[in-house]
């Protein structure tokens, strides 16, 4: 009875300091949203509306998969440039006559090989995440532009111009996609063993590998996610233009990097939450969304991007200090009153 | 007992710093309450008390970290209040804490006038040769062999240590505050320190010892200061007094030291042979259900790197291990947990558990997976449950299984180490200095469940550099030297000296 009443306070007061930061950033979001429709009530269009959801939609699937990676205390600076490679890789089997699920198929399996390269190569032959993402953020940029000569591809099947294009029951199947990608995300970092692990591991990966946990295949499974959902988000884009683009995808590694972090996600490993990313893409779709009614010349986007990410990771550090004064105390608490506990094991 | 007293030495010298009446509280706790405090020059002053006592909060108000909430500080005959500890090094005041502040990258030399680094000519450029030289001076002074052109990252522990010490000395140091200074040294570079501890004392510097450890508090101290629930409870002199006194007072009762209970001892439950790495050669042992095998030697001697080794953690060169007689092919700890072992390594903190993580979380981290799949949901029904079980058995001082881990003490963080590898139901637990850095009455916590857990039928590995710990709790005691297992002695044969003389 005594340890239940005990454990009631503790609960709530975890879980309610582990939401803060997605309180926070929502209500960012609102009031921006707010600020921005009250200087042009277009932003609130349902023609608008669309545009950003949709916009939402691509920035958020492409978070959730680097949220991943930097919960485990990595960095995955290749989703940009695969969302080209896997664009072009998807249209150019098509244009060679493949159907449109094996076409598909095909480019979601060589993502998923190359995060299995990015892991094993982090995880076994020791290569800091940094670098090894950095050499497929060019290489597969590169290779995009190798591929088509700079040129798009054209002549793809119609159907296929449904994954980016299509609405079901009035919601735009990119949104679809992203929503499903949110569910299944959460799913395993919330309620799987394997979400469990992937966050011990950001923590503390020594105390993780000493548990017995299995850290390289962990690890490797984040690279993998990351990229695979890096070549949904390329499919997605190239059924969209209805072409294949070697130049799109730009700077899309920023974006879901910025993300992640507005969302809470610390570039330390262990913490970060599919909410928060998606809540941080939101805040950068709404940000360039915003910035495009109230006719800022496209010149000033990147700075207001930068700000915003300054001012979330700034506000983090301030919190996180917040947080450490009240764990010190808590510290002191626990800590000054070990008689209890030093006295039952003596009796 | 109770009555000030003056120094070992006799002499009547004036204090070289007076704290009267410090009171200085955190929301929710009296840290410190009333605290009277003095050190004359000239003398090593040992400050016990176990964890959360408030000794570390009364120097880092002396040191100017903490703001105090009442009381005066009279340092050197004139009242002080440090706002940083910047203040307090210009004053004469240093403390040098656990994890050094040292730059790994730098020599010996810019590490010790960093921030005030010599110059010469007109344009000011950096004088290394001038730098070198007195750097060379201040550690000839020390009685250390260091180059002062050495990289700090080259150094050992006990090297680094005593460029702190040398830095503290560079800045004029009158009172040198030392927290927990051999935790991390082996016996012969403790020796050495206390040498240099000595040497400044007869230079007149007052030092301050901060520490756990009693027989060295015995060894080096002119004087010793109890405090407990942040109030000094006493005053002993170490050539007047025993150990049992300042534990007395420290714990505010009397403390039987080994709680070890008889256990059965039955079949052989581990067995080890020919293990090799490129640190262990050729070691060979078996471990019997219920029995505590210990395992002494200096630091270095090679016990980590045997358990490591089989732990699947380092590569194995030769070598097979059986498990209630069946081969096991242990290649990571993943496989050695499968097996049926669990290890609680060295270091809590940085191997032992993931401190943010809730203290359910980390019971539940080794088990999790056992108990549902890769792919499948958490078991959430079995993780609370076993986060309630085990906080109730081993006593677990916390507010509740969601506390984050990071807050409990070290003793409970351990037992919450010890609590993740019982869910598993082992066969075997490797216990690697399981009692370092925790406070008397918890360690006394940990001795009985140890024993309990070997009553229950558990081979337990027990690695301590505290030999009084290995003779105490262990049934057999083996002795490794230079990477190999060099004697073996049965609980009742073992004596320091024996073990002494074969570790060395």
Redesign the interface.
């Known amino acids: 009875m005594e340890l239940a009443r005990a454990q009631a306070p503790g609960k709530q007061a975890r879980r309610s300091f582990k939401m803060i930061r997605e309180v926070n950033v929502l209500i960012a979001l609102i009031v921006l949203s707010t600020i921005i429709a009250v200087l042009n009530p277009r932003f609130l269009s349902p023609y608008n509306i669309q545009i950003l959801i949709r916009q939402i939609a691509l920035f958020a699937v492409i978070a959730v998969g680097e949220t991943f990676v930097i919960i485990t205390g990595g960095i995955d600076l290749s989703p940009g440039s695969m969302t080209a490679l896997s664009g072009i890789i998807c249209t150019l089997a098509m244009a060679n006559g493949w159907s449109v699920t094996l076409a598909i198929i095909a480019t979601l399996a060589m993502s998923a090989l190359i995060g299995l390269g990015h892991g094993l190569a982090v995880t076994r032959l020791g290569i800091p995440p940094f670098i090894i993402t950095l050499g497929t953020y060019s290489i597969a940029r590169g290779a995009a532009a190798v591929i088509t000569k700079g040129w798009p591809i054209v002549n793809i099947p119609a159907s296929f111009l449904f994954l980016g294009q299509g609405i079901i029951l009035g919601i735009p199947v990119p949104v679809i996609i992203a929503v499903a990608v949110a569910v299944f995300a959460t799913y395993i970092l919330r309620f799987s063993v394997i979400g469990r692990h992937i966050y011990a591991i950001g923590g503390n990966i020594e105390a993780a590998r000493l548990s017995g946990i299995d850290v390289n295949r962990r690890i490797t499974f984040c690279f993998i996610t990351s990229a695979v959902l890096a070549g949904v988000t390329g499919i997605v884009v190239a059924s969209r233009l209805g072409q294949g683009q070697p130049a799109v995808g730009t700077e899309y590694e920023l974006i879901a990097i910025a993300s992640s972090v507005i969302g809470g996600t610390s570039l330390q490993g262990g913490s970060g939450t599919v909410l928060g990313a998606l809540i941080g893409a939101s805040i950068l779709s709404v940000l360039n969304n915003g910035l495009v009614l109230l006719e800022v010349s496209a010149y000033w986007h990147q700075i207001a991007v930068g700000c915003v990410v300054v001012i979330a990771v700034l506000s983090d550090v301030l919190q996180r200090r917040a947080g450490a004064r009240r764990a010190l105390i808590a510290k002191l608490i626990t800590g000054k009153n070990p008689g209890g506990g030093v006295s039952a094991g003596l009796k | 007992m109770m009555q000030p007293m003056q120094p070992g030495d006799g002499l009547k010298k004036e204090p070289v710093l007076v704290m009267r009446g410090i009171s200085k509280a955190?929301?929710?706790?009296q840290?410190l309450d009333d605290v009277e405090f003095e050190v004359f020059p000239g003398e090593i002053l040992c400050l016990v008390g176990?964890?959360?006592a408030g000794k570390s909060?009364l120097m880092k108000v002396l040191s100017g970290v903490h703001a105090r909430d009442s009381g005066t500080i009279i340092f050197k005959g004139r009242e002080v209040d440090f706002k940083t500890p910047q203040q307090a090094i210009q004053s004469g005041i240093t403390m040098i804490y656990q994890e050094f502040n040292l730059a790994p990258n730098l020599t010996v030399a810019a590490n010790i006038f960093l921030g005030k680094e010599l110059t010469k000519g007109r344009l000011h450029t950096i004088d290394n040769a001038s730098m070198a030289q007195k750097t060379g001076a201040l550690l000839s002074r020390l009685g250390v062999r260091v180059s002062p052109d050495a990289l700090v990252k080259d150094l050992s522990v006990a090297e680094q240590q005593m460029v702190e010490i040398a830095k503290a000395l560079s800045q004029d140091a009158k009172l040198i505050i030392m927290d927990e200074p051999t935790a991390t040294l082996t016996s012969r570079e403790t020796e050495i320190l206390f040498q240099t501890i000595r040497r400044l004392r007869d230079q007149g510097i007052a030092i301050v010892f901060v520490s756990h450890r009693l027989e060295e508090v015995f060894m080096i101290g002119d004087r010793i200061i109890v405090m407990r629930?942040?109030k000094r409870v006493g005053e002993l002199i170490p050539s007047k007094s025993s150990i049992g006194d300042v534990v007395k007072l420290m714990?505010g009762?009397p403390?039987?030291e080994f709680p070890k209970q008889e256990a059965r001892i039955s079949g052989t439950v581990l067995e080890v042979r020919h293990i090799t790495t490129d640190r262990i050669k050729d070691v060979s042992f078996t471990l019997r259900k219920g029995e505590i095998l210990g395992f002494a030697g200096l630091v270095g001697a090679g016990r980590t790197e045997l358990i490591r080794a089989i732990?699947g953690?380092d590569r194995k060169i030769a070598g097979e291990i059986y498990i209630e007689g069946r081969k096991v092919d242990i290649r990571?700890?993943?496989d050695?947990?499968?097996s049926g072992l669990g290890?609680v390594?060295e270091d809590r903190k940085?191997?032992?558990?993931?401190?943010?993580?809730?203290v359910r979380?980390n019971i539940?981290?080794?088990g999790?997976?056992r108990n549902?799949?890769?792919?499948?949901?958490?078991n959430w029904q079995w993780e609370r449950q076993a986060a309630?079980e085990f906080?109730?058995k081993l006593?677990?001082?916390?507010?509740?299984?969601?506390?984050?881990t990071?807050?409990?003490?070290g003793?409970?963080q351990q037992k919450v180490v010890l609590a993740?590898w019982l869910t598993l139901h082992p066969k075997v637990l490797i216990l690697d200095e399981p009692t370092r850095g925790i406070?008397v009455?918890?360690k006394?916590?940990v001795h009985?469940l140890i024993s309990r857990l070997a009553q229950e039928g558990l081979g337990i590995i027990l690695i301590s550099s505290e030999l009084p710990e290995i003779l105490g709790m262990s049934d057999r005691i083996m002795v490794m030297s230079n990477g190999r297992i060099v004697a073996e002695f049965p609980r009742e044969e073992a004596t320091q000296e024996k073990i002494m003389a074969c570790a060395i």
Do not use: C, H, Y
Not at chain 2, 372 to 378: K, Q, V, W
Not at chain 2, 395 to 401: C, E, N, V, Y
Not at chain 2, 406 to 409: D, E, F
């Open positions: 955190f929301p929710g706790v840290a176990e964890n959360g909060t629930d942040g714990v009762r403390l039987k732990f953690i990571s700890p993943k050695a947990v499968a290890l390594p940085s191997q032992g558990l993931v401190l943010q993580m809730a979380e539940s981290l080794a999790v997976e549902a799949r890769s792919f499948s949901r958490l309630r906080i109730e006593r677990i001082q916390t507010p509740g299984p969601e506390q984050i990071a807050n409990l003490s003793g409970n993740k406070d009455g918890a006394t916590e009985s």
